[in-house]
């Protein structure tokens, strides 16, 4: 366990094991100054996604697309990002958008040349403990989750969407890996429009009227007492809608985590409580709607935070393990009632598919034409 925990350092004669210190009575924590204002809202660009080809064929003539598994991620081969063009990077962009995790091999990118083609996106975006403004170092961790969230409040191997709780949470994020170990260290993410769709009709309905509430206060305290780092900007609480909107693909995602979530907003004490312990259980039981991924050096994923949650698989694994990610910022969460679901979409594109074919039998035109000659007399 970090030997930065304030807790190891009272330890109990009782049990022999580190007495819990509240936050609040850590001076580590509570004396902390952040040298950084609170955000303002910001306002960016439109996505890059809308200007691409809908068909991505710029993107497909150079790089053969594998599907990982029906709901997400989709491996990119025969491809390097350094060389793709901006109609390519758009169109990359949108296959990000409908896969929600977009995954490469064998990548020859630098870090100047991630933090340039990442730039094409919007306006990079810095972890509240990140130090360098273009890009932040991710080593991964070794530590007992569950044993470090007896001493500290934030759940840090748990699902997220990366910085949640910000006014502008981030829209893509890339993860390059520049150092692994051979086994471990796998990343995993899983498909906000799957968490949705999987949820029963009356739950549908009663999720889209709350406001989830995110908060960066226990990642604040954890940076300050676990990683032993001062955070960039003061605590932030922010009531994001429970299901947004997708402003590229229009489709409805879940919009709650198990990281930065605490409850929600319209709900009370025990009423959020409830909830919450139901959508940790409904994230963790989201097999058919999760993909894992096993880093190699020169592997990267680019997602979308907007429509997916992940989290590094915890372990012991031997071996450092070094990536660079480079984050944008996005829109500010909505929820547009006229949206649809991926699910909804699906069945009704497929009716509108069969229609044409109904229509015309039902004026006596056969949708399958017979052979006049072996037709029977």
């Known amino acids: 366990m970090s030997a930065n925990l304030e807790a190891l350092k009272h330890i109990s004669e009782d049990s022999g094991f580190p007495i819990t210190i509240h936050p609040n009575f850590s001076p580590r924590i509570k004396d902390h100054v952040p040298p950084e204002p609170v955000r303002e809202q910001l306002f960016p660009d439109k996505d890059r996604a809308t200007f691409a080809d809908p068909e991505k064929k710029a993107l497909f003539a150079v790089a053969k697309?594998?599907?990982?598994?029906?709901?997400?991620?989709?491996?990119?081969?025969?491809?390097?990002?350094?060389?793709?063009?901006?109609?390519?990077?758009?169109?990359?962009?949108?296959?990000?958008?409908?896969?929600?995790?977009?995954?490469?091999?064998?990548?020859?990118?630098?870090?100047?040349?991630?933090?340039?083609?990442?730039?094409?996106?919007?306006?990079?975006d810095r972890h509240p403990a990140q130090k360098d403004?273009?890009?932040?170092?991710?080593?991964?961790?070794?530590?007992?989750?569950?044993?470090?969230?007896?001493?500290?409040?934030?759940?840090?191997?748990?699902?997220?969407?990366?910085?949640?709780?910000?006014?502008?949470?981030?829209?893509?994020?890339?993860?390059?890996?520049?150092e692994h170990p051979a086994v471990g260290g796998d990343t995993a993410w899983v498909s906000g429009y799957g968490l949705y769709d999987t949820l029963s009709a009356a739950l549908r309905r009663f999720v889209e009227g709350l406001h989830a509430v995110h908060t960066s206060r226990l990642q604040y305290d954890t940076i300050l007492d676990l990683w032993g780092v001062g955070p960039n900007r003061p605590p932030v609480d922010s009531h994001h809608p429970a299901v947004r909107t997708h402003p590229v693909t229009g489709l409805k995602a879940l919009n709650i985590n198990t990281g930065f979530v605490t409850g929600f907003a319209e709900l009370k004490k025990h009423e959020s409580d409830k909830l919450l312990d139901f959508f940790a259980y409904h994230i963790h039981?989201?097999?058919?709607?999760?993909?894992?991924?096993?880093?190699?050096?020169?592997?990267?994923?680019?997602?979308?935070?907007?429509?997916?949650?992940?989290?590094?698989?915890?372990?012991?694994?031997?071996?450092?393990?070094?990536?660079?990610?480079?984050?944008?910022?996005?829109?500010?969460?909505?929820?547009?009632?006229?949206?649809?679901?991926?699910?909804?979409?699906?069945?009704?594109?497929?009716?509108?598919?069969?229609?044409?074919?109904?229509?015309?039998?039902?004026?006596?035109?056969?949708?399958?034409?017979e052979d006049p000659i072996s037709a029977p007399a």
């Not at 909505?334 to 594109?349: M, T």
């Open 133 to 178: 403004v273009r890009h932040v170092v991710i080593h991964g961790s070794r530590e007992d989750h569950r044993e470090v969230l007896k001493y500290t409040p934030w759940p840090l191997g748990d699902w997220h969407a990366d910085t949640s709780f910000e006014i502008n949470p981030p829209s893509y994020s890339l993860l390059r890996m520049e």
């Open 285 to 369: 039981s989201a097999d058919d709607h999760s993909v894992r991924w096993k880093w190699e050096v020169g592997s990267v994923a680019m997602w979308d935070n907007r429509c997916v949650l992940h989290r590094v698989i915890p372990g012991g694994y031997e071996g450092p393990r070094r990536g660079i990610r480079t984050t944008v910022f996005g829109e500010k969460p909505y929820y547009d009632p006229n949206s649809e679901s991926r699910a909804e979409r699906q069945r009704r594109l497929k009716a509108e598919a069969a229609a044409p074919a109904a229509n015309g039998e039902a004026n006596g035109h056969s949708a399958v034409k």
């Open 65 to 124: 697309a594998t599907d990982l598994t029906e709901s997400i991620g989709t491996v990119l081969e025969g491809v390097q990002l350094s060389q793709l063009t901006p109609q390519q990077l758009d169109e990359l962009a949108l296959l990000v958008n409908e896969r929600g995790v977009v995954f490469f091999r064998g990548q020859d990118l630098t870090t100047e040349q991630q933090v340039r083609l990442f730039e094409h996106y919007g306006t990079l």
